[in-house]
């Protein structure tokens, strides 16, 4: 009798049909204080989304910008955090340590050795784990502080210091799911080193805690401890104990069958065949295809034989034999698929792996295929691959993008430095230097005037236009008085010309004064003007070079990206095609093993009818039993 | 600490391996030998033994991040040069009081970013994540921004909400944070900004 084994394949299989996203975060917590710097915030925007790439991008890119100055240490965190989800780890663990330095906050420092305790936890250095968590002084965050408690709890328990476990888990807020998990893994701990009732209280302690919740993730977890619950019962021949606590597992959740197996063998096996039989009919009649119904099939058969129902099991074990025939049939092509490379086709049809648009996915209805390849997905190593392709898939997005994108710099470039060309005549006939000079010659001219004015005193030299009028036409008159001296009497005309000159210079002497500051003030004002201009000339001139240099910069930056994104593209592709055939090779060989698997159960299936046959034959033989 | 599927995963291992005792038990005695005690119930790991693939994938990520980070900032210096480059955030604080549908965010009367939210971006935002909403360019002066809100408000009614800031752009990158929060003692949120220096 095999119906544990059958129970171990549904439970991976769970795994899978729970629904939950295949590339969660790491570390899927909200922010602890305040944002204090944009890109950080923003980094875990993306980060909080699963887009790793995006928000490690981001990260470094704000890095080279100096935009992270403000919380460094949280971003450098988050950093090293990504870079662990990505795969980098010694990266991850560079940076982590980068941050333990004296400088550093002891809030962060905590953080920090949290952090490197999950690391040497995930590389199985239990002892180095520990130690790491030791060091930590005082309490992290809440949430982080509950985390950690389940990090000792895993500890401790792999360390079988049960009091210690129980203590630390103790210490996590019961409302937190990481308490769920902890009494969940203490649970299974005592039923597998034989304290069943112990371990019994734990699992049923999650269940009871999570009846109500309409949280997926708390579902299954509560679904799972009724079953791990159940199945020890079910071990320990406790059989009304066992129904007790399958009953709960939810009809419509993924362990569903799995548990109506576990019941039907509880009532099998507390005299109740009926019971036990519908169960597993009703398992056969969902009409689904995964372990728990292939074991029902035979369960069916060996229920009814070992109830002495001779020809109706040896019915059963013959409809077993055809539909694990079936089974076989599928997983044959299943295999066939794979090896024809549709397999990435099933798994996109599935969600497993998304091209662009991850949000918009819409999953496709499952393939014929797709319960059977859901069983070999099931293996940490096989999510493991996958991720790895995911995530090569989305580099080889990305530079798709890219590689599309540079053309289009190119031209912008290209109409930029063309634009530039056409203003530059303008800017260089501003910026003239010729020009320029002049202008400070026709200044240096009149600052010699104004000084010569100034030194001589020279009043005329002010005059205005009339003044100047008048005076010409004074030494006019002069001259003619000089002409005619010796003719006529010129005493009057003499008198007035004088009487008319002197009050002139008088007038212009009088306000020379004003007239001389006047000019010197025009002399500022036109140094003032020549000095912006030499200014202005030369801030054009600069901003000139600066912009062609900025453009030769960009030039140089976007010239060979595209060669560099075509080598990059093809390495990607060419380790997406190795990464695929390692996943192929991965899941052929679960699907062997299931086909393996599911032969024996049919050969059993086939043995049973024989066997049975052959009895019933030799009781009808004369003397035999009827 | 570990996502949500691994932890399922981890769960499924756990079980698988209850049960592998389970069945170890039932097998051994059957052969009349001690059931060995399973005892490792972790969660799958980040890390995983090294392969040569895996090697080379490595490398290839850090390549591409080196790559992606200097194409992102050439990007940016083309298309949006410091002296002219303004960008619009977006962060959610506690939200209870309001269920982000949609913004809508004008620039000088001109409308430069329309964007409906998924359960996933509103997810990060709750969680702490800030959005960048717009990046663009825009001259030295002033200006003046009107964001839209719209979404869903206390007592589950349709809500729409408009705010206007006016800002004053030089010659160094604007950042400008719109910020939703609860206001308990209006029981109304309330949507406040910020220009970062």
Redesign the interface.
Known sequence: MTP??A??RS?????LL?G???W?????????GQ?RE?A???A??????DRP?TA???L??AR??GRLERQKGDADLLLGNLY??????P?AVALFNALLDDDSPQSLRNRVWFNLA??E????NYHQAADLLQRLDGELPAVREA?KN??LT?LL??A?RIEDATHALKRIPTDS??RD?AE??LG??Q???GRADNGRSWLLSVAERNGATEQA?RQ??GD?AR??AG??A??NSLWGQAIDDLRLVRIDGPLSNTALLASAWAWHHQGNPLQATGMMQAIIDKGQKDPATREAHIALGQVQEQSGNLKLSAWYYDRAAQYLQQSLDDIDRVITGVEEGNLIQTLLDQGQIHTRGR?ALKQAPPSEASPYLIEAM?S??F??QVR?LQ??ID?RD??LD?QQ?IPT?EL??DERQRAFDARKPRVEQSTDLQRLEALHQQRQDFADEVERIGREQDARALANEDETDFLEQLDEIRELIEQLRGSQDLGEAEEKYRLMHGLLLWDLETDFPRRYWALQRELELLDRALNEADQAAESLRGASARHQL?LND?SE??DG?DA??AA?LA??QR?ID??QQ?INELIIEALRQLRRHTQQLRLSARYSVARLYDKLTEDQKPGGVK | MTSPLIRLLFLGFCLSLSLSAAHAQQENEEIGTDAPSEQVIDAPSEAAPSTRLQGEIRDLKKQVLQLNKDLFLLEEDLLFPANTQFSVFLSLDAGQLFGLDAVQLKVDDKIVANHLYTDRELSALKRGGVQRLFIGNLPTGEHEIIAIFVGTGPQGRDYRRAESLNIEKGEDPLFVELRITDDPTKEQPAFTSRVWE
């Open positions: 544990t084994r129970l171990i439970l991976s299989l769970a795994a729970a939950v996203p295949l969660a975060a790491g570390d899927t917590q909200p922010q602890e944002i944009l950080y915030g923003n875990l925007y993306h980060y909080f989304q790439l490690i991008t981001r470094l890119a080279d910008r662990y989800g990505y795969g980098l780890i990266d999950r690391v936890y995930d590389q199985g985390q389940y990090l895993r328990l792999r079988d799911i990481w998990y969940y893994n299974i701990t039923i597998a080193q993730e299954a977890l799972a079953l791990a199945l020890s079910l071990r949000d099931a940490d190593e999510q493991r790895n995530q090569l580099i990305r530079l890219w994108t710099f912008m470039l900025d960009l930056r976007i990206q560099v994104i990059r390495d990607t380790l190795a990464q390692a």
